[in-house]
């Protein structure tokens, strides 16, 4: 078994990025900046902002944080979003969700200028990377794809078992797996919460993506021998014997699953660092003007 | 075994539309108007441009046929399209494919209003399908759903096996195949080219959806008992015994595998039918303003 270590390669990606943003200052290029606009006092939102704004820092890219309160309108928000889609400095940017009920995550989505979408969000990004066309491709499955060329995982042709059906990851990771690239080619079996035979579906998997948000949901009677595991699960449960009573474990039970597989992601440190290392790339094809010219 | 029959449904669509269309103009609306630009002599597209423009005739749709020369230049073709985008007349409009070569199809499409877009190929309209916003789909995949529709084919739960991944075809059935909606719900496994045992997941399938263009490439013995058939293939293939010479065929042996199936398509008069309803369906709600207010 093999872990598929996302903490060490989102450092070495961080450190080409880095190498790539000395280039374009000395060749006398323009600084990458991204802006974060984060509403409210949401506790995690606020540590993934704080996280992304120190990735910018690392890498060399200027950032902005717009911080407003729960109660901002959402005209007010449109109008942020409109600001930020002018502003020449600014390459790309991301609202953080979720944002407060009173204000339309969809209506705020669509404003966003699709050239400056480097969350992938934007129905214009998910369409061109429906279609093959070049995208700025949502943090999570980007995230994976990076993994999966990485470590030299060839999923041609292979059963992959994707577990979960959200627009941020188990649908766009389905279509990535799915298309005529490399990584890519699979063999695409998209399941989620009606799907009835998933125990059976997941142990012909060559290739198995979890994303359901259920703690511990594959257990060992599900996976094949050799099997590639890519955890998306990120969840807290209690430990009494854990120094803070509670501890982080992805949707796959690691522990019983790890010496069956031929590659494993751990929870915490493996897709999870991954995902703003993707949010830092996009940033960078912004900033370079590789997707829209 | 029960005949979808996609000659009846398109024609019992093509009812409902005209008497809607009635209501709008006696409701003193405007009658919606469909453009299709059509360029050089392609014999396929002559067809099926012609056929698009009777369609509109017969449910009282407006309709104008742009014909140009395939020595066109793309700057041309680009101010054409500019120009159906910004005529307040045209409801909706198709640039008819395959384009001549010195034309780049990808820049035509992207150059086309998403509002007007009723084929549904623009990344903003596949986007927004893929994320479950309404959207103009295209004709191919928004046929098979009224089908499944209208003939009260369940699919929630169901494993759907889908040949092909074509961005008009095989790609975005199996998204509205395993989306939360009705008809939906459905565990997609889309296979291609590169899949190694297409023979195996076919014979797993509850319902089959093959748009491969290889004629008469499901055979009885991938066949389950029971499945449901939608045979998107629309092949012409030798038969000395056929007053031309050839025949229609789609990509599945019809006569082996129709008494296994409890639903099946017909090659012609299945799938086929459809495509053009679906564009006259989207043309109305280009003309309603359904999907974009």
Same mark, same amino acid.
């Given at each position: 078994m093999e872990l598929i270590d996302g903490k060490w390669l989102s450092k070495e990606i961080k450190k080409e990025i880095a190498a790539q943003v000395d280039q374009i200052i000395a060749g006398g290029g323009k600084q990458p900046h991204l802006a974060a606009v984060l509403i409210g006092e949401d506790p995690a939102s606020q540590v993934y902002v704080r996280n992304k704004v120190k990735a910018c820092d690392l890498v060399g890219f200027k950032s902005t944080l717009i911080k407003k309160d729960a109660s901002i309108s959402e005209a007010e928000l449109l109008q942020i979003v409109e600001d930020l889609n002018n502003d020449?400095? &600014? +390459?790309g940017f991301i609202v953080q969700?979720?944002?407060?009920?009173? &204000? +339309?995550e969809i209506k705020v989505t669509l404003a966003i200028d699709p050239k400056k979408d480097?969350?992938?969000?934007?129905p214009m990004n998910v369409g061109r990377m429906t279609i093959g066309l070049p995208a700025y491709l949502p943090a999570t499955p980007f995230g994976i794809m990076q993994m999966l060329d990485k470590y030299h995982i060839n999923v041609a042709g292979k059963e992959c078992v994707v577990l979960g059906r959200s627009n941020i990851v188990g649908t766009p990771i389905s279509l990535l797996l799915s298309r005529k690239a490399n990584p890519g080619n699979a063999t695409v079996i998209l399941c989620h919460s009606?799907?009835?035979?998933i125990k059976d579906l997941c142990r012909r998997a060559d290739v198995l993506v979890v994303a359901?948000?259920?703690?511990?949901?594959?257990?060992?009677?599900m996976v094949k021998e050799g099997a590639v595991i890519i955890d998306v699960g990120m969840n807290r449960i209690d430990d009494p014997s854990a120094p803070k009573g509670t501890r982080l474990v992805g949707d796959v039970d690691f522990d019983a699953v790890a010496d069956k597989c031929s590659f494993i992601t751990p929870?915490?440190?493996?897709?999870g660092p991954m995902t703003i290392t993707s949010l830092l790339m996009n940033t960078l094809k912004a900033n370079q003007k590789e997707i829209y010219g």
């Open positions: 020449p400095d &600014i +390459d969700l979720p944002l407060p009920k009173h &204000i +339309d480097v969350d992938g969000f934007h009606m799907t009835q035979n359901m948000g259920k703690p511990l949901f594959v257990t060992a009677d929870v915490p440190g493996g897709v």
